[in-house]
């Protein structure tokens, strides 16, 4: 900061500051326009000569002395304050109020104003001000009141305040331009950092589909059939990541920069499910999901294709996160939270300390400012991303760690130390609107895109909760298991 | 020995050096800090050591097997995705012998394996 800069000397080895050049160039103007002053003076009182005399020893002691004691703020306040002291009695003493050297008290206003230092400017212009009005004060008792004298004081006192005012406009100018350019400079720092990471992170796949592929070639024949699958194992696997990836970033910039616009309809979430689970790439992954819908269920007001992307994700950093057997459980229900319905999602030793969920782990922070700083995690970002962007939460549930769900604890499952959990608002249906009741799980996931094309839509598990909603309202059209007990 | 947090990593590296036609005896680890304590036990040749990794990232390894004298004559080669300038720098301030960015070709990477175990074996 250059306000805690310390003033060398002009004499000194170091550098010259700017401050002292501006100090020198302001001592020689005010010298010779002292030295006018005395030459032209016609009055020769003792009065002005004493002023002159020590405006002249002010300014070259001013000027060439090493302020090692000052800093460049306080130094140029005070040549500023004296400055004015002395341009006020060169004033007074020299002709009083009639003189043309009122215009001097522009030189501090241009002295501060000429660093750009716009709050030294608005402080000399006031001090100008009253400057002329204690001049006007002191003159107007000795010599006779005149328009021409008024209007000279008034005119030169206003002009000093509009002077401030301009100073003061332009300085919040300044200020609006300095945080503007600060809040580009931040946000182009963190899109380098932003892209760096992620070429980064794009380089971990690469590396293994380079290298693996290039050993293919090199060494076909000696290496056996195995390897070779192996090898092109890897290479696929490591392909969809680089895929997904690539994905995942154009999701982020996407949701960034407002472009994804959300086409909301009611959304049976057994069904998204099913559809989400056909975007994992390993058929044994698919087979370890579970599902489970809560009886009376209701839809959820979202658009379909993201909630498909989201549950994809999160699939995808569960599987990424648990024991490679054990089941993956996905329970849909009404959230703690009104008109808010919940996934649940609990996998065999997945621990919320995990790195892996960061993305999750703080309910606070901005979703995309945690995928900045986790480029490796852009999946669960954008998952996060896009519940927020329905108006829904997502977080980590760590209670389930000495809370394994009964079912699961009687089973093979050796029980969960985390839940990834995340809601979105239930479909309101319009009062007297068609609604469409689904009374089987297995119909709801079939029949779920022909059926929620209404303007309501719920999924009951059981026939007694479709009786239920058939009491309350009146559907358009019932559908019903002949097997529902 | 190869330190590698990314398992696909370690075992490409393994295969570049298994598949040369020298025979070469390979230890893995996905931590810096295991590395370090492998090397209280084993004295391998040379060690490919990866930057970014958790705990103990590459470059406070390499400066502390270079700065202890029992460890300091291993060959260390530096692969990493962090490609810029700066990392290399770090890397070769830190005292490695080398660097190699990711992604590599296996055969560059066997070749600067070799180069660096005939520079540390004087003729």
Not at chain 1, 61 to 69: E, G
Request: hydrophobic share 45%; net charge negative.
């Amino acid at each position: 900061m250059a306000s805690h800069r310390k003033l060398q000397g002009v004499f000194s080895p170091q550098a010259v500051p700017r401050e002292k050049v501006a100090a020198g160039l302001r001592g020689l103007i005010l010298v010779t326009v002292l030295l006018m002053a005395r030459l032209q003076a016609s009055p020769h009182t003792l009065a002005f000569d004493l002023v002159v005399g020590i405006g002249a020893a002010y300014v070259l002691v001013s000027t060439f002395l090493p302020w090692s004691h000052f800093t460049v703020r306080r130094a140029t306040l005070a040549v500023l304050v004296t400055d004015i002291a002395l341009i006020t009695a060169l004033i007074y003493t020299q002709s009083g109020i009639g003189s043309d050297y009122y215009l001097l008290y522009y030189l501090p206003i241009l002295h501060a104003s000429i660093r750009l230092n716009l709050r030294d400017a608005i402080g000399t212009s006031l001090l100008s001000a009253l400057g002329y009005i204690l001049v006007g004060f002191v003159g107007l008792r000795s010599a006779p009141i005149t328009v021409e004298v008024i209007a000279r004081i008034t005119t030169f006192t206003v002009s000093a305040v509009l002077l401030a005012g301009f100073f003061f406009v332009l300085s919040r100018e300044q200020r609006a331009f300095e945080q503007l350019t600060h809040a580009y400079d931040g946000a182009m720092r963190s899109k380098t950092e932003f892209l760096s990471r992620v070429s980064h992170e794009f380089r971990t796949p690469l590396t293994a589909i380079v290298g693996f592929s290039q050993l293919l070639y090199e060494h076909n024949e000696t290496l056996d059939t195995d390897h070779q699958h192996e090898y092109l194992v890897i290479i696929r696997e490591q392909s969809q990541q680089l895929a997904r990836m690539i994905e995942d970033m154009l999701d982020i910039t996407r949701i960034e920069e407002s472009r994804l616009t959300l086409k909301r309809q009611p959304v049976n979430l057994q069904d998204a499910i099913e559809s989400a689970l056909m975007l994992l790439d390993r058929p044994a992954d698919r087979d370890r999901v579970r599902i489970s819908v809560e009886p009376r269920t209701p839809a959820a007001n979202a658009d379909r294709n993201e909630v498909e992307q989201v549950l994809s994700r999160l699939l995808l950093g569960a599987i990424k996160c648990s024991d490679s057997s054990a089941p993956i459980h996905l329970k849909v229900g009404p959230a703690v939270e009104e008109n808010a319905v919940q996934v649940t999602i609990l996998a065999a030793a997945m621990d919320a300390e995990d790195e892996e969920l960061s993305p999750l782990a703080d309910p606070t922070a901005n979703a995309a400012e945690r995928v900045r700083d986790n480029a490796r995690f852009l999946g669960l970002g954008v998952a996060r991303a896009l519940v927020e962007l329905h108006g829904g939460r997502i977080w980590l549930d760590d209670s389930y760690v000495s809370r394994p769900s009964p079912e699961e604890a009687e089973g093979d499952s050796p029980g969960y130390r985390a839940a990834i959990c995340f809601t979105l608002p239930v479909y309101q249906a319009k009062e007297g609107g068609p609604q469409v009741i689904i009374a089987s799980p297995r119909e709801a996931a079939k029949r779920g895109k022909n059926v929620t094309m209404g303007s309501g839509s719920v999924a009951a598990e059981e026939g007694r909760n479709g009786q239920d909603h058939d009491r309350r309202r009146r559907p358009v059209r019932a559908e019903a298991d002949a097997r529902l007990p | 020995m190869i330190v590698d947090d990314d398992p696909f990593a370690r075992r490409l590296m393994r295969d570049c050096l298994r598949l040369c036609g020298e025979e070469f005896e390979i230890f893995e680890v996905d931590r810096g800090k295991l590395a370090l304590e492998l090397l209280a036990v084993e004295r391998p040749d040379l060690v490919l050591l990866d930057i970014s990794m958790p705990e103990v990232g590459g470059i406070p390894v390499c400066a502390e097997i270079k700065g202890n004298p029992a460890t300091a004559d291993i060959a260390i080669i530096v692969v990493s995705a962090h490609a810029d300038n700066e990392f290399i720098a770090d890397a070769l301030a830190s005292g490695a012998s080398d660097f190699v960015p990711k992604p590599f070709q296996p055969n560059d990477l066997v070749r600067r394996v070799k180069r660096a175990l005939e520079a540390r074996v004087p003729a």
